[in-house]
């Protein structure tokens, strides 16, 4: 009798979590990916750099949004800089101007326009396609990228590399 109940138990089991065949073809599910690699999004919009051991979603555009900010220009990019939030145009002297910008997918890099009393740096920005802006991620003139640009994205970014 038990053997009759324990088989009856599993058979509900099986048909519960859908392990038999179906005509209709499975529908993909969402994923986690690890921040590692790549830079997230979080739920308020904001870009930030990846947290070792978490999990992020990764963000969906709205319908008909693109889903890369390239190609991105110098004026764009700057407009995301002086935006509230981030404390990398204050870091960067607050420059009058942007140029040489390179953008690739997600993610872009633009160097500050020498003003002779700062040196110049470059700037790497990250696209957040839910809220359709650029936001800039960090600066520096070496290893700026890392810890925001996956490396196979970075190698198509000027000066992305170290």
Not at 35 to 63: D, K
Not at 93 to 99: D, F, G, Q
Not at 119 to 139: E, K
């Amino acid at each position: 009798m038990r053997t009759l109940a324990l088989l009856a138990g599993a058979a509900v089991v099986f048909t519960l979590t859908g392990c038999g065949t179906s005509d209709q073809p499975r529908t993909a599910q969402p994923h986690t990916t690890t921040p590692a690699a790549s830079a997230a999004a979080s739920p308020t919009g904001t870009v930030t750099p990846p947290t070792a051991g978490a999990t992020t979603r990764p963000t969906t555009a709205p319908p008909g949004a693109p889903t890369t900010g390239c190609p991105a220009t110098a004026e764009t990019l700057l407009a995301a800089l002086r935006a509230p939030g981030s404390d990398v145009d204050t870091r960067a002297a607050h420059p009058a101007a942007l140029h040489q910008v390179s953008c690739h997918e997600r993610f872009a890099v633009a160097s500050t326009v020498p003003d002779g009393q700062h040196q110049p740096s470059r700037i790497v920005f990250g696209y957040d396609a839910a809220s359709t802006t650029w936001r800039p991620l960090n600066l520096g003139s070496s290893g700026f990228c890392a810890g925001y640009v996956p490396d196979h994205l970075a190698a198509n970014l000027a000066g992305c590399t170290s």
